[in-house]
DNA sequence: AATTTTGATTTGTGATCACAATAATGGTTT
DNA sequence: AAACCATTATTGTGATCACAAATCAAAATT
């Protein structure tokens, strides 16, 4: 299982391993290991360390939409209080990541078409021009680190691993963008990101059910080499068509009228 | 004074007024009075409530940029505890309203041409888009409700009322975009407006310091005109314009580079 | 067997206390 | 008078408890 969401009794077994290290700073075991500790690891807070592994975990697709999330259950996982939790889940909730409900609990949303069309259009209008601030920008560095993320990305489609197939393509987008100096958009990008990860994962995974999950064409190749040639007309072509894809995917899964 | 912000001696008595009213719900006394008991104002947590009055008290220009907010100054002044005024923060620093300073403390942010630059292209965007959508699911009494607060709005101009004429510019657009039928794109939209309403409440009242606050043309009229005429690509424009007209005299009068 | 009712559990919210880190103050020294 | 230091006050964060409302489960009723 790789949804965000344990058994009761699994649950039980985390709690015990949890308060033995309850003392400890924080010790989050959230099922898969990115433990490189960078610099970009050191929280100040733990609510900062809880909303960076939330955030994480959703654009990883480990949360089912209409699933609920409890503070408690949370807070055992990560084996803290309530309280970094709480807040994290405020923020999460601001971010439109998840929804209160009317009985003020707490759940991962759903999608619907009209959800959908708004996500992807206000995507295709913050993204083309991200990527066209970024390719201006960007250095042979950045072009490198780019063309790594994005052979990781084929290796995870090779292997199957949808995980990492989702997760890697929003990293290229991040890392792209981060050469943008678009501080205010690039926040608002990712936040749309946290909207349509858990969809994204529902679809990716039905797909590799039924078939295999396979790009038609290399799009980040086609990206790179339009960065290359700073060609922006072309960049922001190939952006829209990027997001476009996917929304054409998803909206055929589930019968919805597609864009176009 | 119409910051947000109370002398040490005035929020002491506020504080001695709000112990007495301790056990009460909540007593929100701003200084302004809307104290309309719609159906908007039932509140089922007081962070609910918080957040409302603080979103519209930002709205309406009572924060001043770079001013610091404390969770203390604010329950004092709201007469509740911590815990509410703490989410409420939460989640006005999650939409970007307020910012976490690294010194971990809460304070409104400061605009800068960069940023002012982001947040112009995107209302430009969603806020033509939303106008659009909105035009085609209007009806006669809609239309009728915006010309009524176009006239307050003009009213406010006329008693050189900054705060309400800041404040019900938002509340036309806001009421134009209900319309629109689009969930995720007017929260956004409404974000953006968190960000930019202190830095737009500070250029109007230097504004008014040095001569008058004057509309050129009313805008607000020729929106309402081309939305019964159902003339999609004019009101588009008139959108633009009126984003774009505010953002240059902001750039005029902070003497950074014009927009277009 | 289907529905209702009752009781127990779980949930988010609010209140209060403690604490480390930062800011502010006042006094001392150079 | 200006720079330095020590003390005090204030700040956000975290932990814990209490509680009402919602949920669930099982028992009682029809």
Redesign the interface.
Known sequence: MHWFDLSHTLRYKIRQLAKSKREAYINLHLGYENKNNKASNMH??QQEAVYNELKDAILRGKFEPGNSVTLRGIAEMLGCSLMPV??SL???????ALELLAN?RIAVPTMSA??LQ??Y??RT??ES?AAERAMSRIDEQGLRELTEINRLHNEAIANQDVENYIYLNFEFHRKLYSYS?????T??IEGLWL?IAPFMRMISDRFAEQGEITESDDKHIEILEAIHKQNSTRLKHLIQDDILDGVRIQQEMMGWPVSD
């Open positions: 100040k807070t709480r807040e405020r923020r999460l909730t601001a971010e439109g003020r009209e959800k708004e996500i259009y206000t209008c913050l021009y100096d678009l501080n205010v958009i926040v608002m909207r």
